[in-house]
């Protein structure tokens, strides 16, 4: 059998139990180590809290740097063009730095991204014109070794690393906690903070500088918090990864890396020490390209409908959305945050153990239709009833249904060739969904302005398009195995 073959076949974890054969037997779940993953999930929250704070008001914003010339049928295209740059930027760095975390350890580079991240959100608050939010964006994955969005496939490299076979789903159901609190304080502070000289004169009327920078204020606040999060992440966190590169960086620390008890109890007897990263060329195994397909395309589904609803709920009523300000779309989006994160930590778990891992990811992405479904069905009803309390139904129902689901990220830990290589395997699988995240929000944006603007379909060629898109995306889930 060939080296290849082996790295097919052999599990990234040798358990005693194997995990979710059915759901009438299931293995005891090993405790997991609260502490650290509550780390994991506070240093994670920097990620959507920048990101989700920009959400209720990047219509407005476009509108007030003056870039359409008041045509409300463009602006869907620059809040694509937007959206898109940063997931294009991060598509360059992100394999790179998941692999370095192989070699340097995870801490270093979430150290570095998180003050990057920092940086780049007071350089957007200060941007007073298209191209300044350009830079602002193009600084995120590249001030400070651009290490930032490396964070994201180092923090599941990270949780694959503290769990093993019998509670990994448990410790990736309390993963979108992170990205569901964001979902639900970022709008909020954005929605509310965004042009704070007139929407708190009392407080903050006399500010020349906020009546300047009408964005900085909620800018300002998801920096400071990155801020607090570096600091936090320096002192408690604790280093995962193993290796002579390793525990050289380490040293800067103070700090030995460390192994979980399940990982020296489950180690293979090959030891985690004497395993090597593998090449890039290793890493394309069916297992990997097969996992990092789903997640690029559940990435796909997900961002078009992320990007175009801050924008549908932004357009006036007459052009096909609901003219919603920056605080009523802030309030909406919050909700998808708190469903998304009860749903998560409550039952993904229960429904992994029961369904099994590609009932439960292929559910998560049928659910999208008919999220796709309810925006004509909401713009019709807006333009014959006006923002009535049937329009508020649909649009709180259309909320439920916008669920992601967490199960691939178990597909992608276990197709990893060995351990030493998780960084890479996270960085390679995050790589394919920044590139499907570059192309989701500029083209289901500017489809959306498109069709507005030629009022294809009724103006709603865009959302027939979402669910082809949709179906697509179940044909590559169909793929996955069974169990992984």
């Not at 780049?120 to 590249?142: A, E, H, K, Q």
């Not at 990205?179 to 509310?192: A, D, L, R």
Request: net charge positive; aromatic share 10%; hydrophobic share 45%.
């Amino acid at each position: 059998m060939s080296r290849l073959d082996d790295d097919e076949t052999r599990p990234l974890l040798t358990a005693r139990h194997e995990p979710y054969e059915t759901h009438v037997h299931n293995p005891k779940r090993t405790p997991l180590p609260y502490f650290q993953l509550s780390i994991i999930l506070f240093l994670q929250l920097a990620e959507p809290l920048t990101s989700q704070i920009i959400y209720p008001f990047a219509p407005q914003l476009i509108r007030d740097i003056g870039i359409t010339e008041g045509d409300e049928t463009k602006v869907g295209y620059y809040v694509g063009i937007m959206q898109s740059l940063f997931f294009l930027t991060q598509a360059i760095t992100v394999l790179h730095w998941s692999r370095l975390s192989d070699r340097i350890g995870r801490k270093p580079v979430i150290l570095s991204g998180l003050l990057g991240l920092s940086i780049s959100m007071f350089c957007f608050g200060l941007s007073r014109t298209f191209w300044g939010l350009v830079l602002s964006i193009y600084s995120r994955s590249r001030s400070l070794n651009g290490a930032l969005n490396g964070n994201i496939g180092v923090i599941k490299s990270i949780v694959a690393e503290m769990t093993d076979s019998t509670n990994i789903s448990l410790a990736y159901a309390y993963m979108p906690l992170s990205w569901s609190t964001g979902g639900v304080v970022g709008p909020i502070i954005g929605g509310f903070l965004a042009h704070p000289v007139e929407g708190f004169p009392s407080l903050f009327g006399k500010s020349i500088f906020l009546r300047k920078y009408p964005y900085f204020l909620p800018c300002g606040i998801a920096a400071t918090f990155s801020l607090i999060a570096w600091v936090i992440t320096l002192l408690f966190l604790k280093e995962t990864a193993t290796g002579p590169g390793v525990l050289t960086v380490s040293r800067i620390f103070r700090q030995r890396p460390v192994k979980s008890e399940t990982l020296v109890e489950e180690a293979t007897p090959r030891t985690i020490e004497q395993e090597q990263p593998v090449p890039l060329r290793g890493l394309m195994t069916r297992k990997v390209v097969v996992a990092a397909s789903s997640y690029a395309v559940l990435a796909l589904v997900d961002i078009a409908r992320s990007a175009i609803q801050p924008v549908f709920l932004a357009t006036p009523i007459e052009l096909g959305g609901l003219g919603l300000p920056p605080s009523r779309i802030g309030n909406l989006l919050s909700i998808f945050g708190v469903l998304n994160g009860i749903i998560q930590v409550f039952f993904f778990a229960p429904l992994h153990d029961y369904l099994g891992s590609k009932l439960l990811f292929n559910l998560g992405i049928m659910s999208a239709l008919p999220t796709f479904a309810a925006f004509p069905l909401l713009s019709y009803l807006a333009r014959t009833q006006g923002l009535s309390t049937l329009v508020w139904a649909v649009a709180v129902a259309q909320v439920f249904m916008s669920i992601g689901i967490s199960a691939v990220f178990i597909y992608i830990a276990e197709a990893a060739p060995n351990r030493a290589s998780l960084g890479a395997t996270n960085g390679l699988c995050q790589l394919w969904v920044s590139l499907m995240r570059t192309i989701g929000p500029a083209a289901a944006n500017s489809l959306f302005s498109l069709s507005i603007e030629k009022g294809y379909l009724g103006g709603w060629m865009v959302y027939y398009v979402l669910m082809a898109t949709t179906l697509a995306a179940l044909c590559v889930g169909a793929q996955l195995p069974r169990r992984p």
